[in-house]
């Protein structure tokens, strides 16, 4: 693992969110910003790595920052289908589904996509899909019907920011791994 990068200064972080415009539901809003914020946090970090460290899987793991991203990118399609009950292109699912499901199972699927074509996959899945279904959504509480209509969009929403929030610390833990060093910005209180 000879890795030739710079130390990466990474993105500053947000810490005011406006919220997407023109959402029926403000909260609905804040936490498209909230996932937005946390997508490009993952973008950072991939943005500069080359094939190699997308690809690096370490002894005793059965995942890459290449497989990590393409099972957030996964799991968002899946959590946003379900709460607004669309369905996403059946290309999406072809190119996802495998990768997506091989971190859950623990399965090891390789995953030759480089780092453009993961960004563009994440953002492609915001701009087609997430933010277009999450505009509509009156109400956070409702219950979803599905599976005896215990989920809520609050719900999934919560998770699914969770969910990024979780694998994204895997990525930099495995880009640190690999040998290419990343630091932590801080961006400003508002004070």
Request: glycine share 8%; hydrophobic share 45%; charged share 20%.
């Amino acid at each position: 693992m000879a890795c030739t990068l710079e130390t990466k200064s990474g993105r500053p972080r947000q810490y005011r969110f406006t919220g997407v415009p023109s959402f029926v539901s403000s909260e609905a809003g804040l936490a498209a910003s909230a996932l937005d914020e946390l997508r490009e946090r993952v973008i950072d970090q991939i943005e500069d790595l080359p094939q190699a460290a997308l690809s690096f899987v370490p002894e005793r793991l059965t995942f890459s920052i290449s497989s990590l991203v393409i099972h957030m990118v996964w799991a968002e399609m899946g959590w946003i289908e379900r709460l607004a009950n669309v369905t996403a292109p059946s290309a999406w699912h072809e190119l996802l589904d495998a990768g997506g499901r091989a971190i859950a199972t623990g399965t090891n699927v390789v995953v030759d996509l480089d780092a453009d074509a993961l960004i563009a996959l994440c953002r492609q899945v915001r701009a087609e899909l997430t933010v277009p279904s999450l505009a509509e959504v009156a109400n956070l509480d409702a219950a979803i019907n599905d599976e005896g209509g215990s989920a809520t969009p609050r719900g999934i929403l919560m998770h699914v920011i969770w969910h990024w929030t979780y694998h994204s610390g895997q990525v930099g833990l495995l880009r640190e791994l690999w040998g290419a060093k990343y630091r932590w910005t801080f961006g400003s209180l508002g004070r």
